[in-house]
């Protein structure tokens, strides 16, 4: 099966710091899209960013930015300034080929006061 | 503009007990999927319809069954629960990525 790994079940930050949320991928296609939820503790999922494989620039929204190395498969999330309610569940997944999403365990990230 | 709309929102069965779980999307999408979350494993596919009239199953299809109404709804019937199917059971729809989610029906069987 083609898997998404997220090799951080836990982070912790500091509100208003910087934190970066791993993420792997296989896959043999071409041509695929990535994406960024967020599952807060009411348990909704929240679609934060999308990035294409064959887009040239790194995708960002607002404080959220997809760092994408095509080469080594990864597609980080990077969160700038972090504050209080970013503190949640992230969930990395891959574009299947029914149109459906292929997700990673998540990260659970807590931000410190 | 409800977008996914979910169908109850708790649920406890006991073994043996059958329900269907509710989903409707206004959104005018052709793609539906029914999806389980459960601690430490993600969220995985259950069964899918790519558009009204198909029906195809997903990962961990076994215990369920699926009947997309009309273009705006898709149930998931559980005919014989049982405890391994406690879990959160999420919809979702698309027209193009990104998939849209409705707010999860968490599900308890006993």
């Known amino acids: 099966a083609q898997k998404i790994t997220q090799t951080q079940p836990g982070m912790f930050v500091q509100e208003k710091e910087a934190v970066t949320l791993d993420c792997t991928y296989d896959?043999?296609?071409?041509?695929?899209?990535l994406f960024w939820y967020k599952q807060p503790s009411s348990g909704e999922m929240i679609f934060l960013i999308y990035?294409?494989?064959?887009?040239?620039q790194n995708a960002t929204e607002g404080r959220y930015s997809l760092n994408f190395q095509k080469a080594r498969k990864s597609a980080n999330l990077v969160i700038s300034a972090s504050q209080l309610g970013d503190s949640a569940m992230y969930f990395c997944a891959r574009g299947g080929s029914q149109g459906n999403l292929i997700f990673g365990k998540g990260t659970k990230l807590s931000v410190k006061p | 503009n409800a977008g996914v709309t979910q169908t109850p929102k708790f649920q406890v069965l006991k073994t043996g007990q059958s329900m269907t779980l509710q989903c409707a999307q206004d959104?005018?999408?052709?793609?539906m999927y029914w999806y389980r979350q459960d601690p430490g494993m993600g969220l995985r596919l259950i069964y899918y319809?790519?558009?009204?009239?198909?029906?195809d199953k997903g990962e961990v299809p076994n215990g369920y069954n699926v009947s997309r109404l009309n273009k705006r709804e898709f149930s998931l019937r559980l005919e014989s629960a049982a405890p391994s199917q406690t879990s959160v059971y999420f919809c979702?729809?698309?027209?193009?990525?990104?998939?849209?989610f409705g707010n999860g029906t968490r599900l308890t069987v006993t």
């Open positions: 959104m005018n999408h052709n793609s």
């Open positions: 979702a729809s698309t027209q193009r990525p990104p998939l849209h």
């Open positions: 896959t043999s296609d071409q041509s695929y899209g």
């Open positions: 319809s790519a558009s009204e009239g198909t029906t």
């Open positions: 990035q294409g494989s064959y887009d040239e």
